[in-house]
């Protein structure tokens, strides 16, 4: 269990890396039409990537960051009504903010209508929109336009009775349509502040020294490894291997011939199983796989899926393919001859062994195919394939060990039993993201550890035998009796106290332990009713230069942490990672925590105009110039973002962007520290 947490914690990690990087998941576009000679519209076409969503224009305050429009040129129109997002708008509650919010996937359309009221029109402005995936959130970001042209103005009396129906209208709290005030003199972004300095490639740097990625490709070939030697242990493999062996040592009075087809029949289980990954890859794409770990119809048939292995683990039923299919297989490989024969054997192992590999093969797609990796369930199939097939060509090379081999019996029934409680445990994981989706509240952080607890305490006591399942088989004594309560083995006992130990592990987390172990599997902290304690962090600044003064002055590390008042994964994070005593003793007592809001709306006293990618972008807001500094310096613009810099404002360590892993966090806070002390 450990061992597959630390696995699915790199699977996270190269997650959290790939995000750190500069996103620009929508692209807008700004036209203008002419819907009668004194009627203008104003349309804000945008594409939405996949698993991205841009928010609408009728979100309340203190919520996500909903469409606006600003007006800087106005001269001969007036606007007509608010902006209004014209694409397909959906709608739910969220509960982070506790609002319903409404938003747009795939395609996303604002319309401002303007009344022409001279015969020569200038109009031009921004739209502000805000857009988020459930892992990150650009900054407010806007989208400039300007357009002139003519038409014949309404006359005056209906121009007149259009606006005392205006003035009679009331005012909408959340009105989309702002007036720009009146500019102020336009300065250029100061220069020389080397804590300005861009570091984008010192951060590269770090993080491809922690060579994440690599890790993560080994991690996911490590897990289908355990998956492998997992499958090689139950009743529908086991038994196979003395038998599949002996026949090709026998078919043959040549050993190495032997030999050698009992290695292509290795190859053979290799090639089956890794094509299997590249169809899954085929099929769905690897943004299609992304996209399943946050999907929530799939989360659900996920883990409808992992319930349904369990119970056939647990001797419930038998997932058995057609018997035609195997018999048909098993026929052609018996009427043919050299290589093809050979994989078609394989093939027969591969359908006859599916209902104890199956579970197994399932679990591992559903787990590397949402890393987002294209590679990642080829990798997978591939380090199961030859755990799976090892055992296959070393008995062929090595027959005396044949002898040595264990007989298959009730030791077998209990790890399929194990793997059963296994999948059942994970299969509630995948339902906690359904339901934080959906907001139904069913799978809270202590009924997700209350379920985790049952699970395997349940499993301890059936290792220690105080439960039997149907296909568990009866011990007999000399006498030829069934024992009633036969003796616990040594192996069996200690197994047992893992998980008696596990369960009690977790059972301190129902009053909000952090319960490490199980954070990256768990339902966030904020989802936790009660809690004793309180070891919420706050920032010591909102300012990024007088925070550096501060941390200069002291001689303390700093870290950096954008986000946004309309970020949900940013809450998730102080809710789910902050509130950890030790992370939160290390952020209130080895940092100087600042805070960055890249959508604070105050204005700044002066605008700032700066070069960016060859453009002239003008920062009118403090949180512009928040977003630009985390562009320009740290080559990044989703949020959260957590940076680690010196004094000097040089990198420590690597970004850090969404991940509720705890131990990941704690451990990018104390890398930061010993960075620091070495300089």
């Not at 407010?140 to 005056?156: D, H, I, L, M, R």
């Not at 059942?424 to 607890?453: N, Q, T």
């Not at 007088?546 to 946004?564: C, L, Q, R, S």
């Amino acid at each position: 269990m450990k061992r597959i947490s630390s696995l699915l914690t790199l699977f996270i990690c190269a997650s959290a890396i790939a995000l750190a990087q500069f996103q620009n998941p929508v692209t807008f576009s700004a036209t203008q039409k002419k819907v009668s000679e004194d009627i203008l519209e104003v349309t804000f076409q945008g594409s939405v990537d996949a698993g991205w969503h841009v928010y609408g224009t009728d979100i309340a305050d203190g919520g996500p960051t909903r469409a606006e429009l600003t007006l800087e040129t106005q001269k001969g129109v007036k606007p007509d009504g608010k902006l209004r997002a014209t694409g397909k708008v959906q709608k739910k509650m969220d509960d982070m903010f506790g609002m319903e919010v409404s938003y747009m996937e795939g395609a996303a359309s604002f319309v401002q209508r303007f009344t022409i009221t001279e015969p020569e029109y200038e109009v031009a402005g921004y739209l502000t929109y805000g857009a988020c995936n459930d892992q990150n959130c650009i900054p407010p970001t806007n989208v400039e336009f300007s357009f002139k042209g003519e038409g014949k103005p309404q006359v005056a009396e209906t121009e007149k009775k259009a606006e005392e129906a205006k003035a009679e209208e009331p005012v909408a709290a959340e009105d989309t349509i702002k007036a720009e005030e009146p500019a102020e003199e336009v300065v250029s972004l100061e220069e020389g502040n080397d804590l300005w300095a861009p570091v984008v490639d010192e951060l590269k740097a770090f993080e491809a020294g922690t060579q994440t990625k690599d890790r993560s490709l080994w991690g996911i070939f490590l897990l289908g490894v355990l998956g492998g030697l997992i499958a090689l242990l139950t009743p529908c493999v086991w038994p196979i291997i003395p038998m599949t062996v002996s026949f090709f040592l026998k078919r043959t009075d040549d050993k190495r011939k032997g030999i050698r087809d009992a290695i292509t029949y290795g190859i053979s289980i290799v090639v089956i199983y890794v094509l299997l990954g590249l169809l899954v890859t085929l099929i769905f794409g690897a943004s299609a796989l992304n996209a399943l770990s946050t999907n929530a119809i799939f989360n659900i048939f996920f883990c409808l899926m992992l319930l349904v292995f369990g119970a056939s683990f647990l001797g419930g039923f038998d997932i058995t393919l057609p018997s035609s299919w195997t018999n048909a297989v098993d026929k052609k490989s018996s009427s043919t001859t050299g290589l093809l024969s050979i994989f078609l054997m394989a093939f027969t192992l591969s359908l006859v062994s599916f209902s104890c590999t199956g579970p197994i093969i399932g679990f591992l797609l559903v787990e590397v195919s949402t890393t987002g990796s294209i590679l990642a369930p080829t990798i997978g199939m591939l380090g199961f394939a030859l755990a799976l097939a090892l055992p296959f060509t070393l008995f062929a090379m090595f027959p005396t060990w044949l002898k040595q081999m264990p007989k298959s019996g009730n030791w077998m029934n209990c790890i399929k039993v194990c793997l059963g409680l296994l999948e059942i445990a994970f299969a509630l994981k995948f339902f906690s993201v359904a339901d934080l989706a959906y907001g139904w509240h069913l799978m809270d952080r202590e009924v997700f550890l209350c379920l985790w607890i049952v699970i395997f305490a349940l499993m301890g006591a059936y290792l220690i035998g105080w439960i039997r399942f149907p296909h568990d088989e009866d011990e007999y004594d000399e006498m030829g009796e069934v024992i009633q309560h036969p003796r616990t083995s040594v192996t069996r006992f200690f197994m047992a106290l893992a998980a008696f130990a596990f369960a009690l592990y977790m059972v301190p987390g129902l009053w909000g332990a952090p319960c490490k172990a199980v954070s990256a599997f768990a339902p966030p902290m904020s989802t936790q009713d009660f809690r004793l304690g309180d070891a919420s962090v706050e920032a010591r600044f909102n300012d990024y230069d007088e925070g550096m003064a501060y941390a200069k002055a002291h001689g303390m590390p700093v870290m950096i942490d954008f986000t946004g008042y309309g970020c949900v994964n940013c809450r998730k994070m102080e809710a789910a990672v902050w509130t950890d005593p030790q992370v939160a003793a290390l952020m209130k007592e080895k940092y100087v925590l600042i805070t960055l809001y890249v959508d604070e709306k105050t204005p700044l006293p002066e605008k700032v105009t700066v070069q960016e990618n060859g453009q002239d972008i003008t920062l009118r807001t403090v949180g512009d110039r928040w977003s630009y500094l985390q562009r320009s310096k740290f080559g990044a613009n989703a949020q959260p973002f957590y940076v680690l810099i010196d004094n000097d404002g040089h990198p420590l360590a690597g970004s850090y962007s969404y991940n509720e892993d705890v131990s990941a966090y704690r451990n990018f806070l104390e890398t930061g520290l010993r960075q620091y002390g070495q300089r």
